[in-house]
């Protein structure tokens, strides 16, 4: 099955029949429906039955990825720094995400100052000011097949201490 990439159209991707998670925006399916003729279901029980009970080598795989992303988490502040770029400090977390036992970094949004309100922005050249907020959003597969995904947020320096 074709990867669907953040922007593009995902209606060439959508079967004759297409079942949603009770969380999916009411709108989407039904301009799904009006482009390609397919039948909406709620897929939404269905999915929760799926995911209501896990193994408990499906909870150890769990705690694992995120006891590997809160590690990397923790270490922000080596690599936050004013006057370093976006792509620099997203590079080295994305180095450290496979340190600390991930497959790969699927994703390393480091997106700083006006940057911070695009929830997909990536990381750019933009050098990172003193005292300006910066969204970190990370996440991957861990060997189990489970993956991370974890977002925080600095104002001012309050969580990761940034120098004003």
């Not at 029949?17 to 003729?37: M, Q, S």
């Not at 080596?78 to 699927?106: C, Q, V, Y």
């Amino acid at each position: 099955m074709p990867t669907w990439q953040d922007g593009e159209s995902a209606h060439a991707l959508v079967a004759a029949r297409l079942g949603v998670d009770d969380r999916l925006p009411a709108c989407t399916p039904w301009d799904w429906r009006g482009a390609r003729g397919a039948a909406v279901t709620t897929g939404g029980p269905t999915i929760r039955a799926l995911r209501m009970v896990k193994t408990p080598e499906e909870l150890s795989a769990l705690h694992g990825a995120g006891e590997a992303v809160d590690r990397v988490h923790a270490r922000i502040a080596e690599w936050l720094r004013p006057g370093r770029t976006e792509d620099e400090i997203g590079s080295d977390i994305a180095a450290a995400l496979a340190e600390e036992g991930h497959e790969r970094a699927d994703f390393v949004i480091v997106a700083s100052g006006p940057h911070g309100a695009s929830p997909h922005h990536g990381r750019s050249d933009r050098v990172v000011r003193a005292g300006e907020p910066v969204v970190v959003d990370i996440g991957g597969p861990a060997p189990s097949g489970h993956s991370s995904d974890s977002t925080l947020c600095n104002r001012n320096g309050r969580d990761w201490r940034l120098p004003a």
